[in-house]
């Protein structure tokens, strides 16, 4: 039997099973594209193929889109990033005390004390340092994500890269260029530019301490760890499942969960044939006037989010209100 892990983010979904020991059995790793609807259903449409209904004994969502994919999929418990990533981390070493998570769209810092999440950082208004950022600085200098880290690496003389904004940066990158500095050193320069942007904002004031865990899609990249390694002069850890580590940490949390449940609500790996539909609505019950997204199957509302009261969240309410 197995437990089902779904990670829903904005430019990634990703989707794990774990045994009962934690041991990742099966993991999917989707381009969100702007459709999460369409990822997820993806996904269990691939794990479709290969377990059946009755395998599956429990399932968490996590990441931005953890609301959809519970309502679509059936989920046991939804938990935010924070909880998902620390449960992971701390999965493989219960000493970890930092957790560094940069993401597509986003970063996050997690701090820990005796495995308890004692204080975190998010940051979501500024695409400097994120993988998204990274993706477009390769491409435009014409070079596989892939190695973006390897040119970094080769850098005898990294230059100063403005690095405390994405628009900044890049057009401080394209300057750099036109001066003839070498890729290398320009890619080596950004890196260390975004480690300090890291550090400098989201990490500020935060009690930082090793073990320190690297996560996220932009831990692949070997000059950004170097970076931080340089910066804070210590080891940077990156997990095996470095890219899937909130999908994992749902997975354990839905298998903790179900030790005290009898059955799960998974819906079945059906619903890869499904047609959901999302629409949304202004709440004008208070001032506040919430954007409510609705999700529909077929002609039935099946769920809610987006309401700071839980009016509309609450699936009680739905199933008796008809409004709209």
């Known amino acids: 039997m197995y437990y089902m892990g779904v990670d829903v983010g904005s430019v990634s979904t990703d989707i794990v099973l774990i045994d009962i020991n934690n041991t990742v059995i099966d993991k999917l790793y989707l381009r969100t594209k702007g459709s999460p609807i369409k990822a997820i259903q993806n996904g269990i449409s691939i794990l479709k193929e290969k377990y059946s209904d009755s395998q599956i004994k429990g399932i968490g969502t996590t990441g931005s889109g953890r609301h959809i994919a519970s309502f679509l999929l059936g989920a046991d418990i939804v938990k935010n990033e924070i909880t998902a990533h620390a449960v992971a981390a701390l999965e493989i070493d219960k000493s970890v005390k930092t957790i560094f998570e940069i993401g597509g769209q986003d970063s996050k810092i997690i701090i820990l004390k005796d495995g308890i999440v004692t204080d975190f950082a998010m940051n979501t208004v500024c695409a400097a340092g994120t993988g998204s950022f990274l993706d477009r600085q390769a491409e435009r200098l014409e070079i596989p994500i892939e190695e973006f880290g390897d040119y970094a690496l080769k850098a005898d003389s990294p230059v100063r890269i403005a690095g405390r904004c994405a628009v900044f940066a890049e057009s401080d990158m394209i300057h750099k260029q036109q001066l003839g500095y070498s890729k290398e050193n320009i890619i080596g320069g950004l890196c260390e530019a975004l480690v300090r942007n890291y550090l400098n904002n989201i990490a500020k004031g935060k009690d930082i301490k090793p073990k320190i865990f690297f996560q996220g899609g932009v831990a692949a990249n070997k000059g950004m760890k170097a970076a931080f390694e340089k910066s804070l002069n210590c080891e940077i850890i990156i997990p ?85």
């Open 240 to 324: 095996k499942h470095y890219n899937l580590m909130g999908a994992i940490g749902s997975a354990i949390l839905a298998k903790e969960k179900m030790q005290k449940c009898t059955k799960t609500l998974f819906k079945g790996f059906n619903t890869a044939d499904k047609t959901f539909i999302s629409k949304s609505f202004e709440c004008n019950g208070c001032p506040n006037q919430c954007e409510v997204v609705r999700i529909y199957d077929g002609k039935n509302v099946i769920g809610c989010f987006g309401d700071r009261c839980g009016k509309w969240s609450n699936m009680d309410v739905i199933l008796s209100d008809k409004v709209q």
